[in-house]
């Protein structure tokens, strides 16, 4: 195995991370940075990177007031 081969493989969950447009990719490759020499850490790298990237859904509540759909009330009452 190269030189080459082993930093590509060392390398591979920033890289899939990288390549899926992962929203978390820049706390995968510090991951993978300082924790991928470990066998631990890089599989935890790897797990993340290919995880769902999609966000979860917010709540009616939230997804209401950034549509400007609510109405506050902001008098003080009497």
Do not use: C, E
């Not at 082993?6 to 991370?17: M, N």
């Not at 890089?42 to 759909?69: C, K, M």
């Amino acid at each position: 195995m190269s030189h080459r081969d082993r930093i590509l493989i060392y390398w591979y969950p920033t890289l899939l991370a990288k390549r899926r447009h992962h929203n978390n990719f820049g706390s995968i490759k510090l991951v993978n940075l300082f924790f991928g020499w470990t066998f631990i850490g890089w599989v935890v790298a790897l797990i993340w990177a290919a995880s769902d990237t999609s966000r979860p859904p917010s709540s009616g509540l939230v997804q209401r007031a950034l549509n400007n759909q609510m109405v506050f009330d902001a008098r003080v009452p009497a």
